[in-house]
């Protein structure tokens, strides 16, 4: 028998490669989470996690665990809301930036509208900036967006690094400015872009600008230019550009959700989304 709880933090530990990160969102002691996956690995009888001082990563028995521990959570929930007899309801106005438009994000939002049929939900599709914008004018009760590292706003969905990325056949002229591909301001990967040439000294140009991702993945498989894009998200068709290129390094990226203020009759339906979107946060990073 696998244990839920023992299940929901290895799933936190898995999204944010972290046992400080996980026992954060958890709100556990970090011994606490240690000892949960401990014990999942005992009843397993495999190791879930390769860990040093430096870094945690999953090994292939934990790539497996993956999609059984979102199964059998997502079973649990369900149950479990279904012997309580309360049914949620209301509006909930949710948020998520682009960079979700290629994911399974919506095999979560249809898992929830399933599990929730009487609530309305309203999504809004755009830039973490402008999320970020919505949700502090109240217009927002939940957002899914990118956050910088040093930000502690929210909750941790998972951390990523952010990396150059290009159509397999370009390449870049070291004597000639970078050619860009961006979302307008005030997009997060544009600005930290930017940050990074400057800071580099490395002249810069502005190739393509588009408001929808699937513009600006059409743009640079034509050859148009480079973009800055979350490493575990990277679209079909698309390389991360070699160091060899000379690209300065952008830094890492955090995906956490953040509530509304004035959430009020929402604050209901908010957490339930949240938590199936913490459940299944791996099934938002690309293939």
């Given at each position: 028998m696998f244990e839920p709880a023992q299940l929901r933090t290895f799933l936190a530990v898995a999204q944010t490669l972290s046992f400080t990160q996980a026992a954060h969102r958890l709100g556990l002691r970090q011994s606490t989470v240690s000892q949960h996956v401990r014990k999942l690995e005992d009843a397993a009888g495999r190791r879930l996690f390769a860990r040093d001082t430096h870094a945690v990563e999953l090994t292939e028995d934990g790539e497996a665990m993956l999609g059984f521990a979102r199964t059998i959570l997502e079973?649990?929930?369900?149950?479990?809301?279904?012997?309580?007899?309360?049914?949620?309801?209301?509006?909930?106005?949710?948020?998520?930036?682009?960079?979700?438009?290629?994911?399974?994000?919506?095999?979560?939002?249809?898992?929830?509208?399933?599990?929730?049929?009487?609530?309305?939900?309203?999504?809004?599709?755009?830039?973490?900036?402008?999320l970020h914008e919505l949700l502090a004018a109240g217009r927002l009760d939940l957002v899914l967006a990118k956050r910088r590292p040093e930000?502690?706003?929210?909750?941790?969905?998972?951390?990523?690094?952010?990396?150059?990325?290009?159509?397999?056949?370009?390449?870049?002229?070291?004597?000639?400015?970078?050619?860009?591909?961006?979302?307008?301001?005030?997009?997060?990967?544009?600005?930290?872009?930017?940050?990074?040439?400057?800071?580099?000294?490395?002249?810069?140009?502005?190739?393509?600008?588009?408001?929808?991702?699937?513009?600006?993945?059409?743009?640079?498989?034509?050859?148009?230019?480079?973009?800055?894009?979350a490493l575990g998200m990277i679209p079909p068709g698309l390389v991360r550009i070699p160091a060899r290129a000379g690209l300065p390094e952008l830094g890492g990226v955090d995906f956490a959700l953040l509530y509304g203020e004035r959430a009020g009759a929402a604050r209901g339906p908010a957490e339930a989304l949240a938590e199936a979107i913490l459940a299944g946060g791996d099934r938002l990073q690309m293939p």
């Open positions: 079973a649990n929930e369900r149950a479990a809301s279904f012997f309580a007899g309360t049914r949620l309801r209301g509006r909930l106005r949710f948020g998520a930036s682009e960079d979700f438009v290629l994911t399974r994000m919506p095999e979560v939002l249809e898992g929830f509208r399933r599990d929730h049929p009487e609530v309305d939900l309203e999504l809004t599709v755009e830039l973490s900036g402008t930000d502690r706003q929210g909750r941790l969905v998972w951390r990523d690094r952010l990396v150059w990325v290009g159509g397999e056949r370009l390449r870049l002229d070291p004597r000639r400015p970078v050619p860009l591909v961006v979302f307008p301001p005030p997009a997060v990967t544009r600005a930290r872009a930017l940050e990074a040439l400057e800071g580099q000294g490395r002249q810069w140009r502005i190739a393509c600008t588009s408001g929808s991702l699937n513009g600006l993945i059409a743009a640079t498989r034509a050859g148009l230019g480079v973009m800055a894009h």
